[in-house]
């Protein structure tokens, strides 16, 4: 019933007039980001965060909020019509919605991916509301041993999922974690790592990590650029659905919002891993499995479902524990931060207006994507016409003004290109970003609880060992680091045996 009436209240302020504008401007500027090839809501969340300065928190993550919804939302558009994701969740709707699209069968495909979407956004939505408080209770129970087992874990996760090898995960942790730790430590009061430069005694603001999304990003995909047109099927027929589509989508809908859901409330969970589980789950069990790999309704029905199920469950580890899942999650936790609100289990009593009109907003914008994507979708097929170096350079622009107009610091400017430059190298030879951004926000968080524990138990490192809680989220964090090496080195010894 607390629930109920906390959610109730965040309805009341979440459908005030201007609260709605918020949402709206959040879900359009998030199909927008969406629907372009190569970019995605940590960028644009990232190139936003100069606005906590001067806007109220309510309005910055119902924005925020929207936009990442959003994304979701227009990620389908590009897979289905120009076989381009818009994002790495929507890589797996490609693989049957172009197909359907080539088909003659385009609008069906975009119809089962924005109602999936829609269905899948809210049971996700449902379940953070009813899952956030129970959450919260069992994190009071964390002592500073469990939080820094449990960032363990988190930072061990995201450097073996979001890779292609372990290594390169842990390399660019360890350089997010180093930025993390630059400026004058706070216990101490020692200067860290600033070789005598004043302009980093105060450490490096998370803006100017913009530049790994903005400044990387935007020269990887300019030395990627084709100046041949994208072919761009044209949406034909009615939008409507038959009743056959309807009979095959409604199933994958469900389980892919109970697919995707949890997965994105895990550690580095993100939204990739439910996408393929979702469409392999489909594939096995379709009464059609020859139309797989030629165009199966099930196979962008359920992706895209389990895609943005993820997306809310993300909210949940977010939201309680201020542990962020994902590039856009931890962005916006340095959103949070900007406003000096630390996510965590007191984030439901210190500022439950917040988070239960940050709730509400997402049920608000999963029905305001509904209706900007079904009757829309020429508008926005239209976007994917803007000359790309046009947009590369707005990128660009837009990220030098964010960064000066802050600091108003030519030093930040040029930390905000180096720190690109080295993003562009990064992405060149396929080094994870995410795991920097992760590792710079939490890296501190971290090395405050271990600070607390050891001060806590009088420098007696067994205190990470004597807790249950602590102990099982270290043995669950060596599980995660050592199981890819092993599986790698069993798979090679077969291999070798069987050639």
Not at 423 to 438: E, Q
């Amino acid at each position: 019933m607390d629930t109920l009436n906390a959610l109730l209240g965040g309805f009341g302020s979440a459908l005030s007039p201007m609260n709605l504008l918020w949402a709206l401007l959040g879900v359009t500027l998030g199909t927008f980001i969406g629907v372009l090839p190569g970019l995605g809501p940590a960028l644009t969340i990232a190139l936003l965060l100069p606005i906590t300065f001067q806007v109220d928190p309510a309005a910055a993550f119902i924005v925020f909020g929207g936009i990442y919804f959003g994304s979701q939302f227009g990620g389908s558009t590009t897979s289905i019509l120009i076989n381009t994701p818009g994002e790495s969740a929507s890589i797996v709707t490609a693989l049957e919605g172009n197909r359907m699209a080539r088909n003659g069968r385009g609008a069906p495909a975009l119809a089962t991916a924005a109602i999936g979407s829609f269905v899948a956004g809210t049971i996700g939505v449902v379940c953070l509301s009813l899952l956030a408080p129970v959450v919260v209770k069992l994190a009071l129970a964390f002592a500073p041993a469990d939080y820094f087992a449990l960032m363990v874990l988190s930072f061990v996760t995201v450097a073996a999922v979001l890779g292609n090898s372990v290594i390169r995960g842990l390399t660019s942790l360890s350089l997010g974690l180093l930025l993390g730790l630059v400026g004058v430590d706070l216990q101490s009061g020692q200067a860290r790592f600033t070789f005598g430069a004043l302009d980093l005694l105060d450490g490096i603001d998370v803006i100017i990590v913009v530049g790994l999304f903005a400044v990387g990003e935007t020269l990887h995909l300019a030395t990627r650029y084709r100046s041949s047109p994208e072919e761009i099927i044209p949406v034909k027929g009615s939008m409507w659905m038959t009743a056959q589509d309807w009979a095959r989508s409604w199933k994958a809908w469900i389980r892919g919002a109970l697919i995707g859901f949890p997965i994105g409330a895990m550690p580095a969970g993100g939204a990739e891993i439910p996408t393929f589980l979702s469409y392999f789950v489909e594939k096995k069990l379709s009464k059609h499995p020859e139309e797989f790999g030629h165009g199966a309704i099930e196979g962008v029905a359920g992706p895209e479902a389990a895609n943005n199920a993820a997306g809310a469950g993300v909210f949940v580890p977010l939201l309680t524990l201020g542990i962020p899942t994902s590039a856009t999650a931890a962005v916006m936790l340095s959103a949070f931060q900007s406003y000096g609100i630390n996510p965590g289990p007191q984030l439901l009593t210190s500022h439950a207006d917040l988070v239960w009109t940050l709730i509400a907003s997402l049920y608000i914008g999963n029905v305001m994507l509904l209706i900007l994507n079904l009757p829309l979708v020429g508008l926005w097929v239209q976007i994917l016409r803007i000359p790309t170096p046009y947009l590369y350079g707005g990128i660009l622009l837009f990220a030098t003004v964010g960064t000066y107009g802050i600091s108003r610091s030519v030093f930040d400017l040029v930390m905000l290109y180096a720190i690109g430059l080295a993003g562009f190298f990064m992405r060149r030879y396929d080094f994870p970003t995410s795991p920097v951004i992760i590792g710079m926000i939490l890296g501190p968080l971290a090395e405050q609880q271990f600070r607390r524990a050891m001060t806590m138990s009088q420098g007696d490192l067994s205190v990470f060992v004597a807790r249950p809680i602590s102990a099982s989220l270290l043995v669950l964090a060596f599980i995660a680091l050592t199981a890819p090496i092993v599986l790698s080195f069993l798979r090679s010894r077969r291999e070798t045996a069987a050639a």
